[in-house]
């Protein structure tokens, strides 16, 4: 009974990070609906990078703190969430080298960059999450609750993650809109070639 519910509550709770950006709410006719897109002035932006650079150092931090060799585990299972594991801190140093390059200087290329690196973070943090909930679920025994912890940790790391995923995205589709309306009244502003009769 309880391997059941611990299997159920990782399944439901494993799910939440793959819907967190297709789902909506409905607003009341009170309330007014939230704009869909939204550039940051500079200063918003930067306070937003800063913001996002210290939650990958401490989601760094975290992750360099579980210990994934002590896990009771086959050698098989041990390579993988290992790999795993060093995925994540490989996708967390490259996520903080791009917002690094942004501070100093934003383009649409490297705005680009760092959502996929974003994007593949939150990919790997699901890799490893749905490892070590594995490990709990094939090995149900009281060796297995550093997994379970290690489990949570990393869910609540893609959590957060979802929520200035999402926050970037807007932004960048804004900064996209922007440029692209830019480069439309360019075009209108050129002068036309004439044609010859």
């Known amino acids: 009974m309880n391997r059941k519910l611990i299997i159920t509550i990782f399944a439901f709770l494993s799910a939440v990070p793959a819907f967190a950006h297709t789902s909506q709410f409905t607003t009341t006719p009170t309330e007014q609906p939230q704009a869909a897109l939204r550039l940051m002035n500079d200063s918003q932006f930067a306070t937003f990078l800063g913001r996002l650079d210290s939650a990958m150092l401490r989601s760094q931090l975290q992750l360099k703190k579980m210990d994934v060799q002590s896990l009771s585990l086959?050698?098989?299972?041990?390579?993988?969430?290992?790999?795993?594991?060093?995925?994540?801190?490989?996708?967390?140093?490259?996520?903080?080298?791009?917002i690094r390059k942004l501070f100093q200087k934003q383009t649409l290329k490297l705005d680009l960059f760092l959502l996929i690196d974003l994007n593949e973070l939150a990919r790997n943090l699901d890799s490893l999450d749905q490892g070590l909930v594995n490990t709990v679920t094939v090995n149900a025994n009281s060796k297995n609750q550093k997994s379970l912890a290690y489990a949570r940790e990393v869910l609540g790391i893609d959590v957060a993650l979802a929520s200035d995923i999402s926050t970037f995205q807007h932004h960048f589709l804004a900064f996209t809109g922007v440029?692209?309306?830019?480069?439309?009244?360019?075009?209108?502003d050129a002068p036309q070639p004439q044609s010859q009769k």
């Open 179 to 188: 440029i692209d309306a830019t480069l439309d009244q360019a075009d209108r």
């Open 74 to 98: 086959d050698v098989q299972e041990r390579a993988e969430l290992e790999k795993s594991h060093e995925r994540c801190l490989q996708s967390l140093d490259n996520t903080r080298e791009e």
